[in-house]
């Protein structure tokens, strides 16, 4: 059997850089283990920060260290190694900015050759959560309350700044989330509970994103589904997020010990059943395709669950809750791998 030649893409122009390193060698392994060895040939080719793509012998450094190269090969942003043109299907696991929200998908459509993920509508919404949020209320997903700022409006004169705060408050009830409305990873949110935190967090936040989200927090317990499929997707059981710091932020999620994963979750029957019917509605809504996780809250008190986001290129480490998701509903890595690859070759 001919093997296919699978480029695994990684690394790239984002914050989460380092996320993308200790995913991508996650996937190198389940490529090379069980029936996949026989199945693919893995070409892998890192972005480098400056956004340089580089497939020298360097990069399997990269992969056996987990570590970015720190004196990077020279060359031109957009030159390709001349590799790229053996490649039969892209497997991108490039997480944050210019990974995941349909930049590098456009890319990868324009070279026509088949890729793991949703394309660029679904990768963008997906990383646009104003627009994902906008999306989900035509579907008739419940969400918390929230309001769309403008960085022009955080960075004004003072006045401005005031009414903005005022009209918060006025809005919604404390304790708020702020958010940068395309960043991954928790990067850039605060939780505020009065006017002084509000104004730092919406300063922070306007640093990152021109456009920003501020939430009304709930006191929820936070689950996670994963979707896999193209037009007839499938939901995994659910997982629960435990923790002991404020809320799950950036070094919460990326720090070993500091989350604890419970899958399946311990909830009833029903509450799991409308959880999974709701992730595939939520991956369904954004045009998504291959792969997703969805993430909600379920408010234990009043048995309401509010949809949170949609991640269309999770975590994709052995420990990481998506793969984690599927292993306890019966497919392993390597099967996960593999359905990922011919799923995007059946949608192209």
């Known amino acids: ?71 990077a090969p020279s060359g031109n942003v957009w030159q390709f190694p001349a590799v790229v043109s053996e490649v039969d299907v892209w497997f991108p696991i490039l997480h944050g900015p210019n990974g995941e929200d349909g930049t590098v998908q456009g890319l990868l459509k324009l070279m026509g050759v088949p890729f ?17 949020k906008t999306v989900y209320a035509q579907a008739g997903l419940p969400q918390v309350k929230y309001m769309e700022v403008l960085r022009s409006q955080v960075w004004s004169d003072p006045c401005v700044f005031t009414k903005l705060c005022d009209q ?51 006191v929820g317990r936070e689950v996670e589904c994963a979707v896999l499929g193209n037009d007839h997707p499938k939901a995994s059981v659910v997982g629960e997020i435990t923790y002991e710091s404020d809320f799950y932020d950036y070094e919460t999620k990326y720090t070993q010990g500091q989350a604890d994963l419970l899958i399946p979750a311990p909830l009833p ?25 969805v993430d909600f809250f379920y408010v234990e008190a ?37 359905q990922l690859i011919q799923l995007a070759i059946g949608r192209a």
């Open 1 to 71: 059997m001919t093997k296919r030649t699978v480029g695994l893409l990684f690394g790239g122009v984002s914050g989460e850089h380092e996320v993308s390193i200790s995913s991508a060698r996650a996937i190198a392994n389940a490529l090379c283990a069980d029936e996949n060895a026989s199945k693919y040939e893995v070409v892998p080719v890192y972005i480098q920060k400056n956004g340089i793509w580089t497939a020298v012998e360097t990069i399997a450094q990269v992969l056996d260290s987990g570590t970015p190269l720190e004196s």
């Open 269 to 293: 029957t029903d509450v799991i059943t409308q959880i999974q019917e709701m992730a595939i509605q939520a991956f369904t809504a954004v045009d998504g395709a291959g792969l997703g996780r």
């Open 168 to 218: 918060i408050e006025e809005t919604l009830n404390y304790p708020y989330f702020v958010k940068p409305a395309n960043l991954g990873s928790s990067v850039g949110i605060a939780k505020v509970r009065s006017r002084s935190e509000l104004e730092a967090a919406l300063d922070k936040a306007a640093s990152y994103d021109r456009r920003l989200i501020v939430e009304e927090g709930v």
């Open 116 to 132: 793991v993920g949703s394309g660029v509508l679904g990768s963008a919404v997906g990383m646009d959560k104003l627009v994902m």
């Open 302 to 338: 009043t048995r309401e669950i509010f949809i949170n986001e949609i991640n269309t290129l999770p975590g994709f480490t052995a420990t990481s809750m998506y793969p984690q998701l599927w292993a306890a509903t019966g497919v392993s890595f390597p099967e996960l791998v593999d």
